[in-house]
């Protein structure tokens, strides 16, 4: 597909067709997330990645609003930052800044990677960490970053809207 069409494509659809993902589908888009850029290329990130329908069904308690889509899309990846490994390196910008930004660089990769797979995703941020952690047992050093639902989409994609750039470049004061 071409670049324009997939950064198009990714939209946030929150229905999904009862419809698994190829098992080689799920590996691709990971493989192209995994381009991302890190820090230092340490990739100081972790996933998990959730097809059983018992386990999934269970992520919805630990979102903060009602999130009851997640437990019906067909994958649900939870992606960590790996706090530690950044801060073995790169000390507190590591800890607090990088891991976080290694995490969410290849989570944005991912939903478009998956896009380019006809894939919907929702970057799900609302959720409490703990619970996640206590869940899946994860050492402390991995901070849930985001969960994302993932399959194909059942309906079209509402409408979103952006600010004008207008609105976004602070000053053309350098230009
Ligand atoms: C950091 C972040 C947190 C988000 N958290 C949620 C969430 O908890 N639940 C949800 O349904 N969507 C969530 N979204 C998706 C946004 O609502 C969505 O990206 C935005 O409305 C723009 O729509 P679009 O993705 O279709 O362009 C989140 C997106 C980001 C980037």
Redesign the pocket.
């Known amino acids: 597909m071409e670049f324009k069409k997939v950064l198009e494509k990714?939209?946030?659809i929150?229905r999904f067709k009862n419809k698994n993902i190829p098992e080689e589908t799920i590996r691709e888009i990971l493989e192209l997330a995994n381009l991302a850029p890190s820090a230092g290329n340490l990739q100081a990130f972790k996933i998990i990645i959730i097809k059983n329908d018992e386990i999934k069904k269970r992520i919805p308690e630990f979102?903060f609003s009602s999130?009851d889509f997640i437990a019906e899309a067909p994958v649900v990846f939870i992606i960590f930052a790996d706090l530690g490994v950044s801060a073995a390196r790169f000390n507190e910008r590591g800890r607090d800044l990088y891991a976080i930004q290694d995490a969410t660089i290849f989570a944005s990769y991912l939903q478009l990677a998956a896009a380019s797979k006809k894939l919907t995703t929702?970057?799900?941020?609302?959720?409490d960490e703990k619970k996640v952690q206590k869940f899946f047992q994860t050492p402390k050093n991995l901070k849930p970053v985001?969960i994302m639902p993932c399959g194909y989409p059942k309906i079209e994609?509402?409408k979103?809207k952006r600010k004008k750039m207008e609105e976004l470049i602070l000053t053309r004061e350098h230009d």
């Open positions: 990714r939209q946030t929150r979102t999130q929702v970057w799900v941020g609302s959720f985001v994609a509402p979103t």
